[in-house]
């Protein structure tokens, strides 16, 4: 299936190339979002032929949550080879689980590999974008070194993730904390920890990699921790010797390899449906072998022992994090945390924990997709208008009403037991091949100067929610836990809710029947239209 990818996506690839070669013009497109998503979108285009590509990204290189989050013992819980796109695969990864500064690297290669330097607007933040209904184009407006300007373009593609703003929660007294904070994905590397007091606040994927690193250096560690996790051992090692040549050097083992490993994770689907063996056998087994093994007067059950069924939360992997609990100078606090001093945290029976650090392992803002950038369709309606109730998208690729806009990595599309990759590169599939079928209508019109637009139809990704609903309410993430895949009022917006192989298969081919396409002739030239691809600012 991982080789099957590759083949999908040449065969976007080459639908829009045709698409282009037959006379339909090539498409200029703003990507928002150097991460690698935006990044796999811009190295397809530019290998599919289109040339007017802007990448704009808010930070000062790519690379998006690997450049985020450098806390100390930051890495990947998939494994490596299958952490690269099929279409520039890394075969010479260091380890099973891949560190962030190597995975960073791979982003940092692909700008090289796929010459999308020019392409590129760094620490340039998009402040909103919105639809020209006359021009059938996207006005984008940012904010960049040289100041703010606006950029026009046929095609806006946002790949700005589901895990890029931090969630602080609004603790009484936080303001008057006197020592540093921060939180995991702005780690302060400036402050040593040698000897102090750290709080760490959260104990989630972040929380279970950064807390060993810290309790090995800090005086003492205390973890306000709300929920335990289901943490599972990591099966990591360095690849080394023979291994490391076939996979370095031998293509065919380097893809079966990589084939095993996807059927492995994709095998394990069942346990997050409902009512399901699968999960029911999982849990019980982990909470056995917790109770046996690390169950103690110092971590009573309550504190380690998860009550909700397994895979309502994302399933964590980590040696570390069971042998630093233990440790005599790091502490677990389950009692709720109700203020902060400036010197210490309060928790709800009244116990004051003295702290000189406070770290928030506490997530990221998930459900309130692109909030923070105003999006604007047809009409002036905004996608937050579009998405009261919840955020919702076609495949989590486009959004009716907003016409030649895509979403990559957008709602329930996220993953609890695969590679995001695999979803991107499906999107990015899915986006080249409805850029070709925009090409060709384009080019069918037979008029000079003609464009046209696509977008899918309103009934079509009604059909398509009600459908992805019904599934994630078979879900083990619908069960009684809270977690980052759904909002306040339960809706599931996070992730997808089936294999990933039926994803696979929905994202194959671009049913024309499925989108409204439109010829159109536009006067390009009014006066206060700014030149395509002419950024100002
Ligand atoms: P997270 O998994 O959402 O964990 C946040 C933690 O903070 C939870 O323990 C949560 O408790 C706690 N929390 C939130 N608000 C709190 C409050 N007001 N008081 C006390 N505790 C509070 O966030 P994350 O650890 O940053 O990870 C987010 C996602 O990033 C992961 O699920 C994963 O998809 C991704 N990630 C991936 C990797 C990787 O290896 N690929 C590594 C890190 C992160 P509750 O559980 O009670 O809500």
């Excluded at 397809?44 to 032929?49: A, K």
């Excluded at 397994?310 to 677990?332: F, H, M, Q, T």
């Excluded at 090409?439 to 992805?468: C, K, L, N």
Aim: charged share 20%.
């Amino acid at each position: 299936m991982t080789g099957g990818t590759a083949m999908a996506i040449e065969l976007g690839r080459r639908r829009l190339q045709r698409a282009v070669a037959s006379g339909g013009t090539a498409p200029t497109v703003v990507i928002v979002g150097g991460g690698l998503s935006g990044l796999a979108m811009a190295a397809q285009l530019r290998r599919s032929g289109v040339t007017g590509v802007t990448v704009f990204e808010r930070s000062g290189g790519v690379g998006g949550t690997w450049r985020d989050n450098t806390y100390p013992g930051a890495g990947c819980d998939v494994p490596s080879h299958l952490y690269s796109f099929s279409f520039a695969r890394k075969s010479d990864w260091s380890r099973r689980y891949a560190d962030q500064p190597e995975i960073l690297g791979y982003a940092e290669s692909l700008v090289d590999r796929f010459d999308l330097g020019a392409s590129l607007r760094l620490s340039t933040t998009v402040t909103s974008a919105h639809y020209d209904d006359e021009c059938a184009r996207w006005r984008v407006d940012f904010e960049g070194p040289d100041g703010p300007g606006e950029l026009e373009a046929d095609v806006l593609v946002l790949a700005c993730g589901q895990l890029n703003r931090p969630a602080i929660p609004d603790l009484d007294g936080l303001e008057g904390f006197t020592g540093p904070a921060w939180h995991s994905a702005r780690w302060d590397h400036t402050v040593d920890l040698a000897g102090t007091r750290v709080g760490v606040i959260g104990s989630g994927a972040s929380a279970i990699q950064f807390v060993p690193r810290v309790a090995a250096e800090a005086g003492h560690v205390t973890i306000f921790q709300r929920t335990p996790n289901y943490v599972a051992p990591k099966r990591d090692r360095a690849y080394q010797g023979v291994e490391r040549r076939l996979l370095e050097g031998v293509r065919p083992y380097e893809l079966l390899y990589r084939w095993c490993i996807y059927w492995g994770l994709e095998l394990r689907w069942p346990v997050f449906r409902r009512p399901g063996l699968a999960g029911r056998l999982l849990g019980r087994t982990f909470r056995r072998k917790l109770r046996a093994g690390v169950v103690s007067e110092r971590l009573p059950g309550p504190a380690i022992v998860p009550d909700y069924p397994v895979g309502c939360k994302r399933i964590l992997i980590s040696n570390e994090w069971y042998p630093a609990l233990l440790r005599p100078d790091v502490d677990v606090v389950t009692a709720p945390v109700t203020r902060v001093e400036e010197d210490a945290v309060v928790t709800g029976d009244g116990e004051r924990h003295p702290v000189d650090v406070l770290i928030f392992g506490t997530g990221f803002e998930t459900t309130s997709f692109l909030s923070h950038v105003p999006v604007r369709g047809v009409g002036g309606v905004s996608l937050a208008d579009a998405w009261r109730g919840g955020a919702r998208a076609h495949l989590g690729i486009t959004v009716p009403g907003f016409p030649d806009c895509f979403l990559l990595y957008g709602p329930n599309t996220n993953l609890g037991h695969n590679s995001i990759l695999f979803m991107v590169e499906r999107q990015v599939n899915w986006v080249l091949q409805a850029l070709a079928v925009r090409a060709g209508a384009a080019a069918a019109a037979g008029v000079p100067g003609a464009t046209a637009t696509v977008g899918v139809r309103h009934d079509v990704a009604d059909r398509y929610d009600r459908w992805t609903q019904r599934l994630a309410a078979r879900t083990t993430w619908a069960a009684g836990c809270t977690s980052w895949y759904k909002n306040t009022a339960g809706r599931i917006t996070n992730n997808w809710p089936s294999w990933t192989v039926r994803y696979w298969l929905d994202t194959l081919v671009v049913r024309r029947r499925d989108l409204d396409v439109e010829a159109v002739v536009v006067d390009r030239h009014r006066e206060d239209a700014p030149d395509p691809q002419m950024a100002t600012g």
